[in-house]
Each structure stands twice: as C-alpha cells, then as structure tokens.
C-alpha cells in the first residue's frame, strides 16, 4: 500500500498561494495538511479562517487540520464551517481529550490526536478505539523546516502494535521533516500518512517529489 501524502501549506508561498494548491490538485497528494499555531501551546502563530476558507474553495482534496492550539473545543464548528474534513488536536492541549474528540466527531469530521516528541504512545491506551488518526510529531510543533528527531520510528512501532492489541484500525501520521530519505522507513515501521512542508515546496519539482513520498 502507498502512503497517504498531505503537503503542508505553512511551507507554500502565500503570495501566489492558488498556484500552490493547483500544483497540489494535480499532484498525486492525497491530502491538503494545515497546520493553525496560536501562540500560546506553539511559539509561532501561522493563519487562521479566512485562509483556510480561500484554501478549501480551490482545493480538491480534503483538508487534514492540525491544531496546535490551546482549548480546541471553543473553535471546532468554525473549522467545520471552513471546510476541515480531519481535524487534529494535541493530546498535550486537552484536558477533557475525550469529551474534545466526541465534539469533533458529532461535527461529523474525522478525530486525530497528535503527540508531541515526549509524549507517550502508551498514553493513548484509552481513547486509541475513539479515534481516527494519530499525528505522530517527529519534530517539535511550531515550525516547518526542522531536522526529522529519529526515536519517532520505534513511536510508530509501538503505536501499531498498541493499534493490533486493541483490535482498532487507526490512521499513524508523521508530522515534521518527512523528506525522501526517512519515508520508506516510516511507511515500513507502520506510518500510513507522511506530511511534508519544506520536502514539497523547496523541491526543484514539487509533483516529483510528492510521488516519490508515495513511496509506491
Ligand atoms: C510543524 C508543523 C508541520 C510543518 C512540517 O509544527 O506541524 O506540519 O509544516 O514542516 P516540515 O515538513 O518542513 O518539517
Ligand atoms: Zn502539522
């Protein structure tokens, strides 16, 4: 089986933002990654609705939304609203993390939780069956462009095993310097979607590079 791609937009030029996306709709990309900082959880803000909403009126593919954001619940309908179809909070963000996937699942989007490098797989022993997707970070949320951190491939093991044990089928995401020299392996260990921000748009050719991330 082919990863599931999803380029993420923090990396695309925001000047000509619809060349972006079409070369994305083109591309065999699965996915449009989109990833919301605020400040406070992340040291970085990146954008927010309207943005996302002028995304989602060219895009041809769903969009994946990772929050990175502190009380995700006072948000959940506007990303509905803006078009998210898989929608991403931090484990270390949700104090009622159970209650917080229930809210987004009852907006009809797909739930994911997401881990920080620190954060322990086992952790998700209780609510691995409640949800759809896990984004696994295998760099420190915030910024595009950092280097891959190389403990995320035994994360993705343990993940898949702990997947087996609970008899759940659960999509694993790898989030953070995913480039063409680590995906095969993460997609060996068990990762069935790659994210990809400074891999796609600093490629000499984007469409190439996102193939080639399929890891076919
Ligand atoms: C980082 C974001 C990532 C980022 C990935 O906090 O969650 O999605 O855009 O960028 P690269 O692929 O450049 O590491
Ligand atoms: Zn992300």
Redesign the pocket.
């Known amino acids: 089986m082919s990863a599931i791609v999803s380029p993420?937009m923090?990396?695309a030029n925001f000047g000509e933002l619809n060349k972006d996306i079409e070369m994305i709709n083109r591309s065999e990309a699965d996915w449009f990654?989109i990833?919301v900082m605020d400040g406070v959880f992340?040291p970085n803000i990146s954008f927010g609705f309207p943005v996302i909403q002028a995304i989602n009126k060219k895009a041809e593919k769903p969009l994946d939304v990772?929050l990175?954001i502190v009380d995700p619940d006072r948000y959940i309908k506007q990303f509905k609203d803006v078009g998210a179809e898989i929608l991403t909070v931090h484990y270390e963000a949700c104090t009622h993390l159970h209650r917080t996937v229930q809210n987004i699942k009852s907006h009809g989007m797909k739930a994911g939780v997401s881990l920080n490098p620190h954060t322990s797989v086992a952790l998700l022993e209780d609510i691995i069956t409640d949800i759809d997707l896990v984004l696994l970070m295998s760099?420190n949320?915030?910024?595009?462009?950092?280097s891959y951190i190389e403990n995320t491939y035994s994360k993705v093991k343990q993940l898949k095993e702990l997947a087996k044990c609970k008899q759940t089928q659960v999509i694993i995401e790898i989030?953070?310097?995913?480039d063409t020299s680590n995906a095969q392996k993460l997609v060996d260990c068990g990762a069935d979607a790659l994210?990809?921000?400074?891999?796609v748009f600093k490629s000499d050719d984007p469409e190439a590079t996102i193939a080639k991330l399929k890891c076919r």
């Open positions: 993420s923090l990396s990654h990833d992340v990772h990175m760099v949320p915030g910024f595009g462009g950092q989030d953070g310097g995913v994210v990809a921000g400074s891999a």
